[in-house]
């Protein structure tokens, strides 16, 4: 355990941020996994809206910096890809 004024603050200062960020990575996770069964389903009106709330997650995540943003980026192009063949299909 931390004895100096310093330390005890920055190991406070790290269980705080420790939380934050299992929260934003929850989130992010829980999101990508909604997304990911709406595509499984396969219904094209509900996918529009699931695709947007991840993309809005993933640059968030990026900002607060959970993610690299060439990740962030690699998501979104590859959920994107698959979202596209999930209503081409529908149309078809």
């Not at 959920?79 to 209503?87: D, E």
Request: aromatic share 2%; no cysteine.
């Amino acid at each position: 355990m931390a004895n100096h004024v310093s330390s005890l603050k920055r190991a406070r200062q790290t269980e705080t941020k420790t939380a934050v960020n299992r929260a934003n990575k929850s989130k992010l996770r829980g999101t990508l996994r909604s997304l990911r069964e709406a595509i499984a389903s396969g219904d094209a009106k509900t996918l529009g809206a699931a695709y947007s709330a991840t993309v809005s997650v993933l640059d968030k995540s990026v900002q607060k910096g959970v993610l690299h943003k060439n990740t962030a980026s690699r998501y979104k192009s590859r959920l994107n890809a698959r979202v596209k063949a999930v209503v081409s299909k529908k149309a078809a």
